[in-house]
């Protein structure tokens, strides 16, 4: 199954400054989704990353809040914009590549712990 | 109500229990998911079902289609099974949508 580098692990960021995210997957895939969780709640999709186009946002999240870029089909970036400490949360990425069992699962990459404050 | 439900939120359990852990969904899937999460905020893939049950090693995971239910167990827990646990509704769009997860502590 896939691999995915994701950096910064964590970080501590002053508000209204921008921060942001990379992965790196090992194998070339199709769609990247990147993803909060919010303290004590569940993972919420942002957006969906293709490479060639605009990403895709969900209900509730804006591209000048969350530009994201997909330069290859390897790589992808999460930007967090002018951060307010509502936005101190997990931010991970996500792939969906062939399994173990030749079905289709996940991976996620490791993470990003921000702390706005 | 959520469209993915998770209980129990939080679940103690000694080294050695058998662990259940039940998940609803009100959602159209393409496949059920459940995933690991550690206290760093990773996240493992542990099964992906769209029908029957799946085992590996200790964990089996069950799924009722008509109902909408699934299950996750684990055999013989023990301290290192400490995680949260985290069910998710596969989309046919690629993205999962996720419950809010059960808080898995083992003691020794």
């Known amino acids: 199954s896939a691999v995915i580098s994701q950096k910064p692990s964590r970080d501590i960021c002053q508000r209204g400054t921008s921060l942001t995210i990379q992965c790196q997957v090992d194998?070339?895939?199709?769609?990247m989704f990147w993803y909060r969780q919010q303290p004590g709640q569940s993972l919420t999709l942002i957006a969906t990353?293709?490479?060639?186009?605009?990403?895709?946002?969900e209900s509730g999240f804006v591209i000048d809040k969350f530009p994201i870029s997909r330069p290859n089909l390897t790589f992808s970036t999460l930007t967090v914009s002018n951060m307010s400490p509502e936005d101190s949360s997990i931010y991970l990425c996500?792939?969906?590549?062939?399994?173990?069992?030749?079905?289709?699962?996940?991976?996620f990459g490791s993470g990003t712990r921000l702390t706005v404050v | 109500k959520n469209e993915v439900e998770q209980s129990p939120q939080n679940l103690t359990a000694q080294e050695g229990e058998f662990i259940t852990i039940n998940c609803s969904y009100s959602?159209?899937?393409?496949?059920l998911h459940w995933l690991q999460q550690h206290p760093g905020g990773g996240i493992v893939s542990l099964f992906m079902?769209?029908?029957g049950k799946k085992k590996h090693g200790r964990l089996i995971a069950t799924i009722n289609i008509q109902e909408k239910h699934s299950s996750l167990h684990i055999t013989a827990s023990h301290p290192r099974d400490s995680a949260v646990y985290i069910c998710?509704?596969?989309?046919?769009?690629?993205?999962?949508?996720f419950g809010k997860g059960t808080k898995l502590s083992v003691k020794p």
């Open positions: 194998s070339q895939v199709t769609m």
């Open positions: 959602v159209g899937i393409s496949a």
């Open positions: 990353a293709n490479q060639g186009s605009e990403a895709t946002y």
């Open positions: 998710a509704a596969g989309r046919s769009q690629g993205n999962l949508i």
């Open positions: 996500s792939v969906d590549v062939l399994a173990w069992d030749a079905s289709y699962g996940y991976t």
């Open positions: 079902l769209s029908s």
